[in-house]
């Protein structure tokens, strides 16, 4: 039960960051939940968004697309 309910709190959290749906769950699988959960059985929001913005900065790819934005990183 706790697995379900953490993959739906990362899904919620991956589509607060704007991630595009086709590519939450790969995001998902790679991020590094295990530090997510707290010591209580309740997750950690800032943990959980750190996992999957780590994801993001790992593989840019993954990124939301935003048309027309440019990316802050290229100046």
């Known amino acids: ?3 379900a309910q953490m993959q739906a709190a990362a899904t919620m959290a991956a589509v607060s960051l704007g991630i595009d749906a ?3 769950p ?3 699988k790679m991020a590094d939940l295990g530090q ?3 010591q209580d059985g309740k ?3 800032e943990a959980l968004k750190a996992a999957l ?3 993001l900065e790992d593989v840019p790819a993954l990124k939301p697309q935003t048309p027309g934005a440019t990316d802050p990183d290229n100046g």
Do not use: E
Request: proline share 0%.
């Open 36 to 38: 997510v959960m707290g």
């Open 1 to 3: 039960a706790q697995q």
């Open 22 to 24: 086709k590519t939450i």
């Open 53 to 55: 913005n780590k994801v």
């Open 43 to 45: 997750i950690n929001d």
């Open 26 to 28: 790969y995001v998902l």
